[in-house]
């Protein structure tokens, strides 16, 4: 992530996700955005090396996820509350395209991770009409499990959905 700013990266980010409707490969081997960008794979059999920087900011959004849960289950999530989680992943995916240093590979890799949880995130805060913006977090957990899937960050743990 060292040549690109924020801007433009989440820019990219979120134009790729858009055009190409991405949803979360929960369970799949590869993902493809489309055939010139990134496709979710392992290391030659192993997941990537992380840094400080892409721990801490996937944990906050874990985190954070993780404290909607109940009210999204409950059906208590208000339109103000969904609107602030996807703030809340927003500022950390600026945070880790600033902050993070990967090797080319898993930087790529991680382009994948980071436009599926900006799709997530348009739904939540409402920029993509949908008619249940849960799905906007069902969407974001499957790219933490994805996350959790392709790169190594130890004591990892997927969301805890309750199901």
């Known amino acids: 992530m060292k040549t690109r700013t924020v801007t433009t990266l989440l820019a990219t980010c979120l134009l790729t996700a858009t055009l190409a409707g991405i949803t979360p490969a929960i369970g799949a081997g590869s993902h493809d955005h489309d055939s010139g960008t990134a496709v979710l794979k392992l290391n030659?059999?192993?997941?990537?090396?992380?840094?400080?920087?892409?721990?801490?900011?996937?944990?906050?959004?874990?985190?954070?996820?993780?404290?909607?849960?109940?009210?999204v289950h409950g059906g208590t999530f208000t339109d103000d509350q969904y609107r602030s989680l996807g703030h809340t992943v927003e500022k950390e995916i600026a945070y880790i395209v600033q902050n993070c240093k990967l090797a080319p590979e898993a930087d790529t890799v991680l382009h994948g991770i980071i436009a599926e949880l900006a799709d997530g995130v348009e739904v939540v805060t409402g920029k993509k009409a949908v008619d249940d913006r849960s799905k906007g977090v069902v969407h974001l957990i499957g790219a933490l499990d994805n996350y959790g899937t392709y790169f190594d960050h130890p004591a990892w743990m997927p969301v805890a959905t309750g199901h």
């Open 44 to 71: 030659a059999g192993s997941k990537w090396h992380t840094d400080a920087a892409l721990q801490q900011g996937m944990l906050k959004i874990r985190t954070a996820v993780e404290h909607s849960l109940p009210a």
